[in-house]
């Protein structure tokens, strides 16, 4: 059975400094919740608050409607997976996953039997024998989630179990978290600054910046709508034009920037005057036929190659900036007209105005 | 040795090897070869010595055990000495343990950073006056009319004095104090070295504190508790100067009896055999230590 997850306007102050500062938030039973953002964010100070090791100055914490205020980690429903796994060494793999219940005073058998049902879910059979650093870092990672499994909790909480793992296990591990996730029907709270993990596998993101929740949503609606500049350029990559509203109209702004007159979407209703960023994702700059700036294409830059990046599925294409500034990119998809995009050659470019976000600059 | 005569050239490397060769032979092998040669030897005048009579013989091995009556219960009063040396040295090991382990658990993770370098600064500096002087500080303490008896009567626990110089009560808190650094520091090094976030996965796994402390932090400490048991057992079982200071003739230390086979019975070649014995009661120790723990050399090397 699993719970839902409640943060009730809950702060964490350490002397001066505010790690959390008034994060309210509902995470559904059942859920793949991920706190995304840069180290120092506070989402690890809310797992240890949500596991128990520590407590909130100020705000209430409740698991399944009920409050978990002095509750220490082992009088919580909840189950959580360390950074480093935190396996011991000393122990099998077997005595390692019935910890849980060696500690609830199970039956060694039943304990036995436990274990090896818990290494067949987790795809590990035959190493309930084995010694701790028999294991390979994905092998020690399943271990690590039988682990936390045993105790039947109805919260699992994951601190960046797969930092520490490389490129191509990393990626099949998300897929076997989620399909763990989905199996089990459990609550599972991850915290991580690798927005590829946030966005593949979880069901709603919070994107966290200096203790607070700037934005839940889907993966999807994180990535194309976010709610502010700090959002967009953490999860994925933008090319930035900021400048001063001087026309609102239709939930779009025109925006008087370095480079002309730039036309976007502007969901947020920002004023006329305003100091603004106008973000423009890679992937939605476009080559254009055309030279000049038409009713149908307001947003039109020539702009030379400064390089390229190939990166298989796609290039990169790096174009120069007129006073010196960070070169745009643009990215291509790799449908057999690249080679004439190389050399050093004017482009003209441009992006439709849905595809550009208006949002208040960092800081106003 | 190589590297030796590249860097100082082949007449300084030599006098260097030598130098070091004179003095280990000199000052550590040979001593030890003329008192294992007395250990073999009867005790005879110099007179006779060298003579017929001077042959090679067990009896002072021997003679620790001989007139050992179990049926009646008799045991002769140095192997009785024997005895008491060795049990207690064990519990001034276990006393050592049990009086480290809280301390070290909460120097080495506990306490804040901070406050670790005073603590520890506190646990040293009684240790920079020399063991006679603190040996007699305790005598002062202990004594029939001192502090510790004042005290207790003052807090109203006793009615009356108590003796604590006249039984092995004295030997024991002294030996404890005197040697409880040697536990301390293995065991601070052995359980820093513990990753804290395994005591958070047990905690958040169920299990409450002792359970911590027996299924994971002293696992992880058993070096440490190798290492310090070892120290201190065999720093009790050839100390001299605590039971001489602080025991009673009822109290009397293995050591004692060494001494006074040496240089009250003038016979060395018992008191040779008798230092031995001493000698491979430790190493039984040692080796019995590593075995229950499963610690091999290089563990305890940590």
Known sequence: ?364 | MVQLYHRYGALLATLLIAATAIWVLMMVVLPYLVMAEYSFHPNLPMTQQGGPNDVYTLSNYASLFSGIDLLNGELPDDFRVFLRTIWGSTLVTFISLVVCYPVAWHLAKAAKPEQVGLLILLLIIPFWINEILRTFAWYIILAYNGPLNSALLGMGLLDKPYRWLSGSGGVLIGMTYAFILFMMFPLINAIETLDISQVEAARDLGAPEWQIHRRIVIPHAKPGIAVGSIMVFVLAASSYIVPAVLGSPGTRWFTETIYIWFFEGQDWPRGSAYAFILLGLCVVFILSVMRIFRVGLTDIAK
Do not use: W
């Open chain 1, 1 to 364: 059975m699993s719970r839902d997850v409640s943060l009730d306007r809950v702060t964490m102050r350490f002397a001066s400094y505010v790690a959390v500062n008034n994060v309210s938030l509902d995470i559904k039973a059942g859920e793949f919740f991920s706190f995304l953002g840069p180290s120092g964010c506070g989402k690890t100070t809310i797992l240890r608050m949500i596991s128990g090791f520590m407590n909130p100055t100020e705000g209430r914490i409740l698991i399944g409607g009920e409050d978990m205020k002095g509750n220490g980690p082992n009088k919580r429903p909840t189950a959580l997976i360390f950074q480093n796994l935190a396996l011991f060494p000393m122990m099998s793999v077997a005595d390692n996953i019935a910890f849980g219940l060696e500690m609830r005073g199970v039956d060694k058998s039943v304990r036995r039997r436990r274990a090896e049902e818990l290494l067949e879910l987790v795809a590990l059979p035959d190493a309930a024998d084995k010694r701790i650093d028999e294991l390979s870092g994905g092998m020690k990672q399943r271990v690590a989630i039988a682990r936390a499994l045993a105790v039947e909790p109805q919260v699992m909480l994951l601190d960046e179990p797969l930092s520490a793992l490389d490129l191509k296990l990393r990626q099949h591990m998300r897929a076997e978290l989620r399909a763990i996730q989905r199996r089990t029907g459990l609550t599972f709270i991850y915290i991580t600054h690798d927005q590829g993990e946030a966005l593949t596998m979880s069901d709603r993101v919070g994107v966290m910046s200096r203790g607070q929740l700037e934005q839940v949503g889907p993966p999807s609606e994180i990535y194309n709508e976010p709610a502010t500049a700090f959002v967009a350029g953490f999860v994925g990559e933008n090319n930035v034009f900021t400048g001063r509203i001087t026309e609102v109209a239709g939930g779009q702004a025109v925006v008087e920037t370095g480079d002309g007159r730039l036309i976007g979407r502007n969901p947020r209703g920002i004023r006329v005057g305003t100091q603004v960023v106008m973000l423009v994702r890679p992937e939605r700059l476009k080559p254009l036929a055309v030279a000049g700036p038409t009713p149908e294409n307001p947003n039109v830059l020539s702009r030379s190659v400064d390089h390229v990046d190939f990166e298989g599925a796609f290039a990169n294409v790096h174009l120069k900036q007129p006073d010196g500034a960070k070169p745009l990119s643009m990215h291509i998809s790799n449908d057999g007209s690249l080679t004439d995009l190389v050399g050093d050659r004017v482009f003209t470019v441009g992006f439709a105005p849905q595809d550009a976000l208006v949002l208040a600059a960092n800081g106003a």
